[in-house]
């Protein structure tokens, strides 16, 4: 999301970040630290070499981000310490005791997924024109506060790397968004193999879509050998719903 200086996960995709940043910080937003997730976090300095930026916070689950820095400290994986702020989304200092946190006027809230491992999925909403002046940017540990998620105007919610989750706890948490970004890894005839992998397939996808009714659904973590394709019309989605191209932009 350019204009709020925040993005979702670090893949190799991140190469083509330095001609889209329009801020002078960069919050990434990490699901899991499965290595396609997080490969790109070590692409940072080539682009902060391109594009400096006063800050960088990369948020995402305690012990993730302890893996990931084990990881990145070994002189045999990587040479230099990254010049990133790391933030654990699940200490109490960062959320204030809630599992939600702001970014630049964006409030994030998220809630733990099932895969090997465990992922979380994020709820990113932007409020109103009148909030926003009421909204104070987050400036690191001590930086939430306190949010109307009714008065946003805008939700997204991101939920990849995940069996999809169809409890009614989670559903009312993904409802009322304007996009469901939402991964579809497998076919309808590849149940066993996402559910062994951790991952979603289209008929789970459109389950999800129907009891939580975004307005438009995207899918994400395709297969790229076998892609997932929708069928305009596909009855069991009673919104739009399309597999996202690369360098594809999403306005909302």
């Not at 893949?11 to 960069?26: E, H, V, Y």
């Not at 400096?52 to 305690?62: A, H, I, M, Q, T």
């Not at 009891?211 to 438009?216: F, G, H, I, L, S």
Request: charge should be negative; aromatic fraction near 8%.
């Amino acid at each position: 999301m350019p204009d709020t200086g925040l993005l979702l996960d670090a893949g190799t995709g991140i190469f083509r970040l330095p001609s889209l940043l329009r801020t002078k910080t960069l919050d990434i937003l990490l699901s899991h630290a499965h290595l396609d997730h997080v490969v790109g976090l070590t692409f940072l300095l080539d682009i902060l070499y391109q594009h400096p930026l006063d800050r960088v916070r990369v948020w995402g689950e305690s012990k993730k981000i302890e893996a990931i820095r084990t990881l990145l400290a070994s002189e045999y994986i990587f040479p230099v310490e990254l010049p990133v702020e790391w933030l654990a989304i699940d200490d109490p200092a960062t959320s204030c005791g809630h599992q939600s946190f702001d970014v630049h006027g964006a409030c994030v809230s998220w809630r733990r997924q099932e895969h090997p491992g465990g992922s979380v999925g994020y709820r990113i909403e932007w409020p109103s024109s009148a909030e926003i002046s009421n909204t104070s940017e987050a400036n690191g540990p001590n930086g939430a506060s306190d949010f109307n998620s009714g008065a946003a105007s805008r939700v997204l919610l991101y939920a990849t790397d995940t069996v999809g989750a169809t409890d009614e706890e989670s559903y009312r948490w993904m409802s009322d968004v304007d996009v469901l970004l939402h991964e579809c890894n497998f076919h309808d005839h590849q149940v066993e193999w996402a559910t062994k992998t951790g991952h979603c397939y289209l008929d789970r996808v459109a389950t999800i879509s129907q009891a939580t009714q975004p307005k438009r659904v995207l899918l994400t973590h395709v297969n790229p050998i076998d892609e997932v394709e929708v069928d305009p019309n596909d009855e069991r989605f009673a919104m739009p719903c399309e597999v996202v191209r690369d360098q594809q932009v999403i306005e909302f």
